[in-house]
């Protein structure tokens, strides 16, 4: 019998050393997920994006993806709504790495993080506010708990995320030097703009 990869990402991920935290990491950018078994914190700044966090607190398996929802002129709601679906992709490609990785579906356990509003007065679309919506009802209709979550609020936050225990870190950034962040988010939501939407939406089980 094959043992499992030890991870997964999307692409190849940014690896470095933690001398604060005194251990092996992984930064994921907007559009990225990583997935692992290995004793390995998870690191991604969060401005109207949001990043779950997703684990198997017994076999000590997570991962943590970051991604938003285009804003889009539809009318429909809901996690099949076409704007919606980039978040269910997102969502699944982190579940199935998850369960490739030998994660039990009925034992895992969600931490939710950002939805910042990063561009305040911007009226037309609170777009922090509808991914904080889309990651809730999401894992509701997934049965997938909630044990922590902090969204909202009006700042970019820091998230370390620690799968082998699944404790996380969020530091609120209160001050920016640079437009980094919001260059970063900008340029990803342009990207994910021109994908192509439909298809069908896969949920599956144990």
Not at 26 to 37: C, N, S
Not at 112 to 129: C, D, P, R
Not at 152 to 174: A, E, N, S
Not at 180 to 190: A, F, H, N, P, V
């Amino acid at each position: 019998m094959l043992k499992p990869n030890i991870e997964y990402a999307v692409t190849e991920p940014n690896r470095y050393h933690d001398s604060h935290f005194g251990c092996d990491a992984v930064k994921i950018l907007p559009g990225e997920y990583f997935a692992t078994r290995e004793n390995t914190m998870i690191v991604t700044v969060l401005g109207s994006c949001v990043s779950v966090c997703l684990y198997d607190p017994k076999l000590k398996i997570g991962g943590m993806n970051h991604f938003l929802l285009p804003s889009d002129n539809s009318n429909s709601t809901g996690v099949l709504a076409d704007s919606a679906r980039y978040g269910v992709y997102a969502m699944e490609l982190l579940l199935n790495d998850l369960l490739k990785l030998g994660a039990r579906r009925s034992a895992i356990e969600a931490k939710v993080f950002g939805g910042g509003n990063m561009l305040q007065g911007f009226t037309l679309h609170n777009i922090g506010e509808r991914n904080a919506e889309f990651v809730i009802e999401y894992l509701n209709t997934e049965n997938i708990p909630i044990i922590a979550a902090d969204l909202l609020d009006v700042y970019p936050r820091k998230v370390y995320f620690f799968p082998h225990t699944g404790k996380v870190k969020v530091r609120k950034i209160k001050s920016l030097h640079n437009s980094t962040i919001l260059d970063r988010e900008s340029e990803y939501r342009l990207r994910v703009r021109n994908l192509p939407t439909g298809g069908d939406v896969e949920l599956f089980g144990d």
